[in-house]
């Protein structure tokens, strides 16, 4: 009868292959944005470190294993987040944190590059002042938050502003961003290495 022809094809559209791996990609996706907010916190700990390590003089060695750290976290990110891509289009929020973790990487990268290509001595104010600059993005205010200082009544405000200006920024870059990220990587170890040969190669007296 009627009932019983609704009821099979009610189970039938249960047991539709296509419908349960989509689903199947959308659980396993959530799980690993989930999984994601682990490793970004771990980086945005590592990337606050190593902000406050650059106010010292650290040695080249040192800071050449504060990029090879810092990069690790952002490595270590973004595996995670290549990973939900395979399974559906992030969400805002998983882009937005992409955006910022390489950014906020780029940003103190260059600092370090600047400072070891630098042959003048270890110059304090200059460092202090090249160190605020990070904190004057809007996208470094989540990895930072806690050290930015702003008027306590336009706090709520300022935060809302920030938080918007990301959101659209995560938006507009949303289609392109996974591809610059990459060769941004492949690019940053490349010049890296580079420097390193170049250093080597110094010291060799050649």
């Known amino acids: 009868n009627g009932t019983e022809e609704e009821e099979l094809h009610r189970s039938g559209r249960q047991r539709n292959p296509m419908e ?3 689903a199947y990609k959308e659980e396993e996706a959530l799980k690993k944005e989930k999984r994601l907010i682990h490793p970004y916190e771990q980086w945005k700990d590592l990337a606050r470190n190593t902000r406050k390590e ?3 003089d650290a040695s080249e060695s040192q800071r050449v294993g504060l990029i090879n750290t810092l ?3 952002r490595d270590d990110v973004m595996h995670v987040y290549l990973e939900i891509r395979d399974y559906i289009a992030p969400s805002s929020d998983t882009r937005r944190r992409i955006d910022t973790c390489e950014a906020v990487t780029k940003d103190i990268s260059k600092i370090i590059f600047d400072r070891m290509a630098c042959l003048e001595d270890f110059d304090r104010e200059n ?3 090249s160190l605020h600059e990070l904190l004057h993005h809007d996208y470094a205010r989540s990895v930072y938050g806690s050290t930015v200082s702003r008027p306590t009544s336009s706090r709520s405000t300022v935060m809302s502003i920030a938080a918007k200006r990301a959101d659209a920024a995560a938006e507009l870059a949303a289609k392109g961003v996974e591809y610059s990220m ?3 990587i492949e690019a940053q170890k490349c010049e890296l290495e580079k420097f390193k040969a170049e250093k080597d190669l110094k010291s060799a007296g050649l």
Do not use: A, D, W
């Open 20 to 22: 349960e791996m989509r």
């Open 54 to 56: 650059l106010k010292t």
């Open 71 to 73: 990069e690790k976290g």
């Open 127 to 129: 460092v202090k002042h």
């Open 182 to 184: 990459i060769q941004e």
